[in-house]
């Protein structure tokens, strides 16, 4: 008699169209123990249709046919549009765009904006769903407010978010920088989904930051030039050149390493922490310690050569 086969862990994917978010989602259509029930799209750091056509031309590369959704929801903090023009070239990348896009499913959506939608996808799963969030989480907070029923359908929220004993990536006039963008574009959400009785994993910047993209890791996907997943993720990575240049911060692999969590946990290790979020002030969307917060399991430490190794065994197994 042999062993069942392991459980797939069924999971709905929010992302806002980051070229690390894109990159998340080629991860996603990569792994065994994971069955991806919908990608839904916020538009934060990214101009929704161009993040919402790339996101279904990497599901049409990987074969993959899975509902999407993009969302309508406005942030109270736009992320600046510099960065947000990332989807469009992304969109743009010659190995995702070798066939005509009908041929490649990308005529659009789902007819639902992605709140509305995602709501659909946690009512109707056969089984709890995990909600990865690499962007903000509006979408599952009016989720929560309007169906708080729904709770009880969420197995686990992994959010990438948050820097708690760290220094903030917002650099905006007025705040003091204590906070991470996917908190501060929708502090309230962040509140919303804290007060939700449902198991939350939060990997924040102190952990995120250190898994930057290298020169080396980026060049190291030419090594199986002609692979369609390797080159596409050797793209996107090379998309993230300049940052450091014209922001003053280095690019990270933040949301990656929170996706490959769903694959190989073993890559962080963990602690839990009592978290509150700042909602209003200067010090918005920056969630803190605090004595009397809600429970949430945080990413403490990373092993760094274990996560590129990861990245490149998965995306590019020829690599080395």
Known sequence: MTDPSP???QVVFDHDGAPDDLLSLLLLTRYDAVELRGVAVTPADCLAEPAL?????????????VPTAVGTLPG?????LAWRI????ADALPVLNREDPGVAGVAGADALPAHEQLAVWLTRAPEPVTVLATGPLTNLAW??????????RIEEVVFMGGALDVTGNVRQPGHDG????NVFWDPDAVRRVFDADVPITMFPLDVTDRVPVTPDLARAFGRTYGDPVGDLAGSLLALTFGTLETTGLPYCCWDSLTTSYLAEPGICTFETVRC???TRGESQGRVVRHAGGRPVRCA????????YRHLLGTLAPGAG
Do not use: M, Q, Y
């Open 300 to 307: 403490a430490t990373v092993d760094t050569g274990r996560f």
């Open 76 to 80: 109270r903090n736009p992320f600046p």
């Open 143 to 152: 989720c929560l407010d309007r169906h708080p029923s729904i709770a009880s």
């Open 276 to 278: 509150d979020v700042i």
């Open 7 to 9: 459980r797939r862990r």
């Open 178 to 181: 204590s906070a991470e963008w």
């Open 53 to 65: 056509s790339v996101t279904r031309k990497i599901l049409g590369l990987a074969g993959l046919d």
């Open 86 to 89: 990332d989807a469009l070239r």
